[in-house]
């Protein structure tokens, strides 16, 4: 992968951005046409072009959204080629992660106890940083088997070692850490929510990208159900809005400066599209986070966004991520805001990306020749 700047004038966060951008660009494509399927589904059945229940529906929403779902798997393989360890012992961490058994406890809220240990509850379907965590460790794990394990009994033994180490640590560590972090910031903006709406607004709409980022937006998630079937609505799912739209119009700006990558500008363009779908995955992993700057802009844009949803009390009443296709369940008092919001911060965070984005986006065509 090429690199503008000498790597020796890199810091830390380019360090580590260029593993994840290693670890994304294989599937980019992948993860910007499945967004695209399953909202070309969902928009059908909004419609009535189709029905839940049929088998048309049943089909294409099972490959496109199964990928989100089985997310871990795909990072597994790319990780394991980014960070030089066996592919199919990686392999082994999602599955453990995954297991019919093991999600049935976690994800419904209950606890597991390994040796005395507390195994929080985690959601590990589309997560990203713990498969991730997961295979880094792995990676240390591995290299002294394969230096002092004997041939003879490498073969069997080795898995055997590399799993009884980094799965405990996996459940035990990795996994709830975008739960906590979630929780944290969750129990912050109600905090706040019960002060000022506007500012809690703000606070949801710059920080909820980056907890997608870090999968801990899911802790959000059993909160605005919970919401919705207890009061009828949600007030939270309205402020991430902006956010999202935010990350579209990051992204159309930050491809705009690629003129001669191609592939990159491509990249950008249908992220950005998969995101005014709803989907922002794409632009954060193939775009806006490896930029960084663009990553500034949307956060900012999502800010002012949610502060201005914050200030009417938009509410939502059934459970849905806001976007143009799911925007019937945001009817109701402040839903001309809300759409207003969305728009309005699409256009800021295209402006505040122009400008960041200025003199500092690579558009070497190196990466595409190899």
Known sequence: MSEAIPRKKNGAYKVVIDQITGIFFPIINIITGASILKSIVVLLVTFGVLTTDSGVYQIFYAVSDGFFYFLPFFLAVTASKQWKTDPYLSMLIPIAMLYPDITAVLEHGQNLSFLGITVPATVYHSSVIPVLMAIGLLHFVEKPCDKFLHESVKGF????????????????????????????????????????????????????QPMVVVGAHWSVVPVCISNIANSGYDVILPLMGGAVYGQAGAALAAGLYYKKNKQKRQIAFQASLTAALGVTEPALFGVNVPLLRPMIAACLAGAIGGGIVGAVGTQCFSFAFPSFLTCVAYVGPGFGVFLFSMAFSFVLAFLFALILCKGHVDDSVAEEKE
Do not use: E, H, Q, R
């Open 157 to 208: 033994l080795k898995p055997m070692i590399c799993c009884v180490v980094v799965l405990p640590i996996t459940f035990i560590l990795f996994g709830p850490m975008g739960a906590w972090i979630g929780d944290f910031l969750t129990k912050i903006f109600f905090a706040l929510y019960d002060w000022n709406s506007i500012i809690a607004g703000a606070f949801m709409g710059f920080i909820i």
